[in-house]
C-alpha cells in the first residue's frame, strides 16, 4: 500500500536502486560507428511503417505544399490513379528515417545524396520498408572519422521498390587511436538514369484551373531561373514534429541540451524538412511539375536553425524528352536561401568557389510535367 | 561522376549559371493587384482538397475544440448522421484557403465578411472546391489601394454547395499613379437569410452527459452575455501550421524575414484562426450549439501575434424561432479579446468608438441548437 | 445593410451591449470544487471520441514513438492483430482527458495515479468514454483546499473496459472558512493486479530486424538500469498541441497570460505528455516491450516547462512469470529527467529523501514482452 503521507513520491529513497547492487545496462544501442561497417554488409532497418492520411495532412500542414495531385482524390482519378499518391517527399522522409539508427545516429554530418529514384508511386495504407547495403568507406586523414557510402532501397508491402537512394556520410570512429586507412570510394553517375517505363498514368489534356499553373514542358527553357516569390520561417516546432514524424531520431535535431554544448549551440533542422520547405516554395512557377522522378544529387550547405525564414530559386538545367508524347521531364536546380530573398542573390558562390552563407540548399533534380495537348 | 573531394558541393561555381546567360522567368504568379479584377469576372480556385481524418485531428489539437458532434461518429449516428460531420470552421478554412492566391495574395487588409452560410454538411472523403464572382471595386482615395468586394461559393465533388460567403479584402494597386475613381460598392446584408430546410437530421432528445451542456434554446435570453472562462495562447508554429494545413499562402502569415522590415515587425496571425480559437472557448457555455448556421459579419479588429492569449465572451443577440420544432436559432456576437480576460471588459469600443486594442475579433453569427425534449 | 464607411466595425458602440441593460450568465461551467464531490458518486463525463489515424500521426510527431507495433498494419496482423492497435498511452490521453473538466479543472496539482490498466486494446475507429466514481475526501489541515480521490474506467463503443485507473488531485475549495474534516483516504495497492488472461494474441518469433531490438524477456535481469541515450526538448507549440488533441481542458497547460500571475510564471507542461516522452526514449533497449500492461504509480516529481530536454532511466524492478509460455512481464521504473543526462545521475533522491529538481517523472509500470523462441 503507498503511504499516502508522501503522495508525490513513488518510490523512497531506500528503494531507490543505488549504485552499489545495480547493474548498468549494455542493452542500450549506441549507432553503428565507422569501424562498425563492412563493404557489402546489408542492414535491414527496423519500423515497418503504414502510411495514412494523418502522415498526409501533417506533412501539408509542415510544408504548405499545394501540388494538386496530392492534395485531391477527385483529381487524382482523373489523372488516372485509384486515389492521391503520396507527395514523394513525404515518402522519402518516412522510408528514409529507418536508416538513422543503423547508418547514421553517430553522423558528424550528412555530406552528400545521389542517384535518388522514385520508381513507384505509395498510397495511404501502403507500408513501407528500408535495406541498405555499404558500398563504401574511406577513413579521414585526421584518424578521428570516415566516410561510409550506403545503397538504401525502399519497399512497399508488395515488395514493389518506392525508393533508391545513394547517400554518403561522416561518422566518428569509435577508436581514434587506430587507422585502417581505408580508402574504398564508389563511383556516382552525376544524374539519375531516366527509364523507358515511368509509373505515371497516361495523362489526358491537364485543367490548369484545377492545378493552379498554367505552363508546361514546352514553355521551359534551359538556363531559365525561377525567382520564387514566398518565403516559409520554420520554428522549433515545426522542425522537430517533422522530424519525429519521420521516426528519424539523429540527436541534433531534437536535442537542444545536448547541442547547447557543441559550437552550433542549438538544434539544427533536418536538411529533408529544408528540402520540403524548398520543394513547397517551387510550386509557384512549377504548379504542374507535380512529380519528383529521380534527385540526382543534394547538399546542405550551410545548417538552417529555428527561426529562419527559407526562401528558394529554381533554374531550368535541361530539358528532357521522353518517348512518352504525354509528359517531359525536367533537370532542376533548386536552391533553398536563409534570410534572403531568391531575388537579392546572383551566383550561390563566393570569389573562393564556396557556398555562401545564406545558401543552405543545392538541390539537382529531375521533375515529369505534361506536355501541352 | 561527382568529385569526392568536394564532398558538400552540387555544384561548381562555373556550372553556377550566372546573370550574364540567364534568364529571369516571368513564370512567377504575383497574384491579382486592384486594376486586375473586374465586375463580373468568375474565378475558379485551383487545388480541390479531399478532406481527411488527418484534418480532423488537425483540428482538434490546433484548437482544442471539443464540440462533441464533430468529435464521435457513435454520437453522430444517434444524432442521424452516418459519421461525424466537419467542423464548421474547418470546412471553412479548408475551402476558403484556396481563394488567397487569386483574392488576397496583395492584400493590404481583409476588411470584411458578410452572410457567410454552410448549406450543407462536409465528411471526411469530400473533396472541396470554391468559385468566385467579383461584385464590387472601389478605389481608395488615397489612389495607391482599392476594395474587392467578391461573392465565393464553395461545393463538395457532387457539386453540393457546402459555404456561400462574401468578403472585402483592401488590395494593393499595380500602378498607384492610374486613377480610375471606381467607385461599385455592392450591399450586404446584415445577417445571413434563415431557410426554411435547414440540412440538419430532426434531433431527438439530447443527453447532456455527453454533449457537456445542460442548456437548450428556450435556456437563453437575449441581452445575456457569457463570459467564457478559458484563455488560449498561440505559438508561431500553432498559428503558421493551421495556415498552411488550410494551403493559405498569404505571405503575411508565415515569412517572418518579410515580416520584419515592416511596422508590425513580425508575423500576423491568420484571422480565421482566432475565430476558431473563440469559437472553441465559447463551447463553455454553448455546448450544444454545435452548428454555425451562418456568419453575418466579422471584423478582425486588431491584429493577433504568437504569445497572445485568446479570451472570448458572447452576447445573445437574438433568439430566433424555425419552424422545426426541435431546433432554434440564436443570433450570437462573440468577441474575441487579447491578453484580457473577458470579465475584464465592459464595452469593447473607448469614448471614440474605436474598437479597443485588446479586441481582436468581433464575430456576429448564427448558430443552431436543439430546443428542450 | 452594413455601414461600408465602417468597414472594420460590426457592432457600433451603441449597439455594443452595456452592462446596465445585459445579464451576466450563469451557464459558464466552473468546474468543481473540492465541496462538491461526494464518496460513490459518479460521473459520465462527456464528449466520446472516435480515435483517428490523424490521431495516431499526431501522436508519433509529438513523441517520435518507435514501437514498431504501432507503426504498422503489417506488422500487427504477423501479431494477430487485424490491424495495429493504438499506443496504450495515446489512448489512455484521450481518454483521461475527458475527466479534466468535471475532475481536475480546479486542480492545484495531479498528486498521483495508481493501478492503471489496459484491460483490452483500441484501434482507429474505435470511440471512447470515460466514468468516475469519487473513492476518497481529505481535507487538508488549512482548509483551503482537499485531496479527491477517483476511480475511472474507460470504454469503447462496445462497452469493453479499455482504462481502468485511480488518482488523486488536490482541489480548490470553494468556501475556505468551512471545514468539513473529511478524511476519507482510500486505500490502493502498489501494483496493479495481473489477470490470468491477457488479451495479447498468441505470439510466433519475433522478427527483431523489424521490432529494432534484439533483447526479450530473459535477457533483463532485476535491478538492470537502462541509461536511454536519447534527449528530447520539448516547446511550448508541442505540448499545447498534445494538449489540445487530447481535449484536455486544464487552463495551466495552455494560458501564459493567467500563469504570468503565478509564481511558476509560464505554462506547465501536461505531465502525461512527460509520460510519453519517456517512455517514446526508452524504446532504445526496450524495443520489444511493445504493451504497456499496468501502471502501477506515477509521480510528476517536478514540473516541466517548454524549453526542458527530457532524458529517461529506466530500472528493472521484477520479473514476472505468466501462465502463457510465450510472453513474460517487467515491473519496471522510468524515470524522467529534465536537462540531465541520465548517465549523469545516480540516486534520484537527495539526502533529506526529497526528489532531485532535476526529475520530473517517477513511473512505475508493468510491460508485457515476448520470450524467446
Known sequence: MIDLKKLVKVHSKEEDLSASNKTISNKINTGNFFEDFI?????????????????????????????????????????GYEKKPLDDLLMFHLTFGKSVQDISLNAIANLGYAQISFANPVFVGDTVNLETEVIGLKENSSGKSGVVYVHSIGYNQNKQEVLNLKRWVMVHKRDKTVNSGINEVPSFEKTTEIL???????????????????????????????????????????HTLATKLY?????????????????????LMYGGHVISIARSISFNGLQNAQWIYAINSGAHANPTFAGDTIYAFTEVIEKIEHSRSDIGLLRLRTVGLKNMKATDIDSTFDENGKYLKNVVLDLDYTVVIPKKQ
Open 39 to 79: 563493404i557489402g554488409q546489408k542492414i535491414t532497418h527496423p519500423l515497418p511503417r503504414t502510411i495514412t492520411d494523418g502522415d498526409v495532412s501533417f506533412y501539408i500542414a509542415l510544408t504548405g505544399s499545394r501540388f494538386a495531385l496530392n492534395s485531391s482524390d477527385e483529381l487524382a482519378r482523373e489523372f
Open 196 to 238: 523507358e517505363e515511368i509509373q505515371i498514368p497516361t495523362l489526358g489534356p491537364i485543367d490548369t484551373n484545377v492545378t493552379g499553373g498554367k505552363y508546361f514542358w514546352e514553355d521551359y527553357v534551359e538556363g531559365e531561373r525561377l525567382n520564387h516569390s514566398e518565403g516559409i520561417t520554420v520554428d522549433n516546432s515545426d
Open 247 to 267: 521516426q528519424n531520431n539523429a540527436k541534433v535535431h531534437f536535442d537542444d541540451f545536448m547541442m547547447q554544448s557543441t559550437p552550433v549551440g542549438q538544434r
